[in-house]
């Protein structure tokens, strides 16, 4: 698991905790804001289970939550 950028952030999403790049911010703010505590569990729990859980928000833009050492890391894809 890498970080494109140095410059990662960190956030609580429904209680799990989160490294992002900058250019995943907004798959953050879905996670967090757009998707009901209950929806955006099983993204977290598959990412657990399989190393990834691929996912693209209302817009179209595609994103991968990875699991690895008990960190979760957000990563924007295609872009």
Known sequence: MKL???MAEEKY???YKVIYEKEAKDGI???DSKL???YAKVFF?????NGTAPFEDQDGKKY?????KEVYM??????
Do not use: Q, W
């Open 4 to 6: 494109k950028n140095n």
């Open 13 to 15: 999403v429904h209680s």
């Open 29 to 31: 703010i879905y996670l």
């Open 36 to 38: 009901d505590r209950e």
């Open 45 to 49: 729990v598959y990412a657990k289970e």
């Open 64 to 68: 991968e939550l990875s699991y690895e």
């Open 74 to 79: 957000l990563t924007r894809k295609g872009f």
